[in-house]
T-cell receptor, first 116, second 111 residues
Framework: DTGVSQDPRHKITKRGQNVTFRCDPI?????LYWYRQTLGQGPEFLTY????????KSRLLSDRFSAERPKGSFSTLEIQRTEQGDSAMYLC??????????????FGNGTRLTVT | GQQVMQIPQYQHVQEGEDFTTYCNSS?????IQWYKQRPGGHPVFLIQ?????EVKKQKRLTFQFGEAKKNSSLHITATQTTDVGTYFC???????????FGTGTRLTIIP
């Protein structure tokens, strides 16, 4: 178990540029989540996948945000035409479906995005 | 939509004192999870409660799930410097697979 890996750790970009983040989940996990966290706040749900299917997207996720998980393994999150309000920590988490309740989320170290 | 609130937002305690954070959901939860996030780190799963009125203990930590499954609490006995961090509760709506995180309680310890 190598844990959830995210790349890059930090990204500084100018307003209007596109950025893409990558997440590699724990290999046997079939669920993958993207959350966003700003300073002093709890993680805010963005979207999640079960295998390669994107099952839910937050209404907060504008059409500038898109996520993919093409082969049910790694996932990418792209933000087009970045705005200063997009500056945040983007957290990826994975879990496996089993038993009662929701399976625990295993988070990666996140990608910190700064839009200047 | 579902809202999960936690109080207090901040708590400063002397080392050795007890600490409690309370979590309240606007909707009934099928289960509740607790996470700890150290400064500069990512959330780490602590525990999950599923049953109404359930109480679970992990060493100095005691977790409770309310009878109505809309609230929960985390109590730490005799805090230590290693307890520093932000504690989040998280819960799904019934029939929902996403977790909504609470606002968090940031614990700092005065040595």
């Amino acid at each position: 178990d190598t844990g959830v890996s995210q790349d890059p750790r930090h990204k500084i970009t100018k307003r209007g540029q596109n950025v893409t983040f990558r997440c590699d989940p724990i290999s046997e996990h079939n669920r993958l989540y993207w959350y966003r966290q700003t300073l002093g706040q709890g993680p805010e749900f963005l979207t999640y996948f079960q295998n390669e299917a994107q099952l839910e997207k937050s209404r907060l996720l504008s059409d500038r945000f898109s996520a993919e998980r093409p082969k049910g393994s790694f996932s990418t999150l792209e933000i087009q035409r970045t705005e200063q309000g997009d500056s945040a920590m983007y957290l990826c988490a994975s879990s496996s479906v089993k038993g009662a309740g929701n399976s625990p989320l295993h988070f990666g170290n996140g990608t910190r995005l700064t839009v200047t | 939509g579902q809202q999960v609130m936690q109080i207090p937002q901040y708590q400063h305690v002397q080392e050795g004192e007890d600490f409690t954070t309370y979590c309240n959901s606007s909707t009934t939860l099928s289960n509740i999870q607790w996470y700890k996030q150290r400064p500069g780190g990512h959330p780490v799963f602590l525990i999950q409660l599923v049953k109404s009125g359930e109480v679970k203990k992990q060493k100095r930590l005691t977790f409770q799930f309310g009878e109505a499954k809309k609230n929960s609490s985390l109590h730490i006995t005799a805090t230590q410097t290693t307890d520093v961090g932000t504690y989040f509760c998280a819960g799904p709506d019934f029939g929902n697979e996403k977790l909504t995180f609470g606002t968090g309680t940031r614990l700092t310890i005065i040595p």
